[in-house]
């Protein structure tokens, strides 16, 4: 199939656009676009779609192809060659769970914005060195949740984060209470029974509680 065209407009910064990215494994290369339409309905145009499946890439084309008002991103990129296949297939942004030197530059070279992972405050300071500003702190909850990242903003104000791995409903309203967080990234408004029975108006009613969470407006 042939690969779907990079959009001619892309998001300045991912994590500016809903307080919520959810998180999507696809199974189902046919549930990709019934199932981005329920989000983007709820209010969430930001949508990661982890290439941890053999239909990831194929979810990506038709979500780009065919859910224009969504933002498709590529998530768990772990290698420099997942960069040109998502980006090919219309990958608006890119998300890693953590980084190296030759991935990075792989992300930095496709010309869409990126999100490398980071768990530590040395992983943080090397990004900055590079001039990468903004990164997903992964595994969130495992590596210290909310409280470990409002403990980076005092001495690396500069950085801001998309936490996501363990977060949901509940305690993401802590995490975007945070100065340095503009988003979180998770997968509770995709319930396995819901995308299952393709019952994507619960899908919907989900992703707009999702979207309606803040913190006093600190999520831009």
């Given amino acids: 199939m042939a690969s779907a065209p990079l959009p001619s407009s892309l998001p300045a910064s991912v994590l500016d656009l809903a307080p919520v990215v959810p998180v999507v494994v696809i199974e189902d290369a046919s549930d990709a676009v019934p199932l981005a339409r329920a989000l983007v309905a709820g209010g969430l145009p930001a949508i990661e779609v982890t290439l941890r499946t053999p239909a990831a890439l194929e979810a990506i084309r038709g979500i780009a192809r065919e859910v224009p008002e969504a933002v498709?991103?590529?998530g768990t990129v772990i290698r420099p060659g997942q960069v040109a296949e998502a980006v090919a297939a219309g990958s608006r942004f890119l998300v890693?769970?953590?980084w190296t030197d030759v991935l990075l530059e792989a992300m930095r070279a496709s010309g869409v914005p990126f999100l490398p992972g980071v768990s530590t405050a040395s992983e943080v300071v090397a990004l900055l060195e590079r001039g990468v500003r903004e990164m997903k702190f992964f595994p969130a909850q495992a590596a210290g949740g909310a409280a470990y990242l409002k403990s980076l903003s005092g001495p690396l104000p500069q950085a801001r984060f998309c936490p996501?791995?363990?977060?949901?409903?509940?305690?993401?309203?802590d995490y975007l209470a945070l100065p340095n967080v503009s988003c979180v990234g998770g997968s509770w408004m995709l319930p396995q029974d819901a995308v299952a029975a393709r019952d994507w108006d619960r899908v919907e009613a989900l992703a707009r509680e999702a979207a309606a969470l803040s913190a006093g407006g600190t999520c831009r």
């Fill in 72 to 74: 498709v991103g590529a």
């Fill in 96 to 98: 890693s769970p953590g």
């Fill in 164 to 173: 996501t791995g363990g977060i949901g409903a509940t305690s993401a309203p």
